[in-house]
């Protein structure tokens, strides 16, 4: 495994199959999407079976860009699943599973916000949702912003903001932002510059 795809998986941590407290009987394909596979697990746990669904997905990068003057840019989008507007950072799925995700980081921020930057750094890693899915995110803060322009795919419909980090913070604590990754990422930068200063 190359030294891209171990950085993909996230923190070690991840047991051997015959060490852990769940027997897979079988692995099922029950669907494939676009950016993700669904798979129908047969277990057996306390010596009962049972079936356990997993969303696989190949894991992604996401930004948290910083301008020269402190604020934070953000991208204003419609989420499906969700069916309304949301307030994120740039993000976007890996192109191969051994894409390095700095990589995919400099690419996201590109293309949803006009701006690229050589000054990334990690900031943090999240499991999003850890019940029944492996997606690893890699969250790159983002300095030294230079403008180029959007490079937006056909279905994207996407608006750049610039905020500050208070601002950010209170729509945290007030339950208008809910976005796992934003979340995450919003948080780790306030306690890294409550550090730093």
């Known amino acids: 495994m190359s030294r891209e795809e171990k950085q993909n998986l996230g923190p070690s941590g991840r047991i051997a199959p015959e060490e852990a407290p769940v027997k897979v009987l079988e692995h099922r394909l029950a669907y494939q999407g676009k950016i993700l596979k669904i798979y129908d697990d047969l277990v057996e746990v306390n010596g009962r079976h049972t079936h356990w ?8 990068a996401a930004v948290l860009p910083v301008t020269e003057d402190g604020r934070i840019l953000m991208v204003r989008q ?5 069916g309304r507007f949301t307030l994120e950072i740039p993000a976007g ?4 599973p051994d894409e390095p995700m700095i990589e995919c980081a400099r690419r996201e921020l ?25 997606e690893f ?7 030294d912003l230079k403008k180029t322009q959007q490079h937006l795919d056909l279905d994207e419909d996407i608006n750049v903001e610039a905020w500050e980090l208070p601002d950010l ?3 945290i604590y007030t339950q208008k932002m809910t976005d796992s990754k ?3 990422a919003i948080l780790a930068y306030a306690n890294k ?5």
């Open 110 to 134: 590109e293309e949803e916000t006009g701006y690229r930057s050589d000054d990334l750094e990690l900031l943090i890693n999240i499991n999003t949702t850890v019940a029944f899915c492996d």
């Open 137 to 143: 995110i890699g969250v790159f803060l983002a300095r």
């Open 93 to 96: 799925k890996l192109d191969s």
């Open 169 to 171: 913070l209170e729509l």
């Open 78 to 82: 419609y989420r499906h699943a969700l």
């Open 53 to 60: 669904d997993l969303v696989h997905h190949n894991g992604a």
């Open 182 to 184: 934003t979340v995450a």
């Open 193 to 197: 510059v409550g550090r730093d200063s």
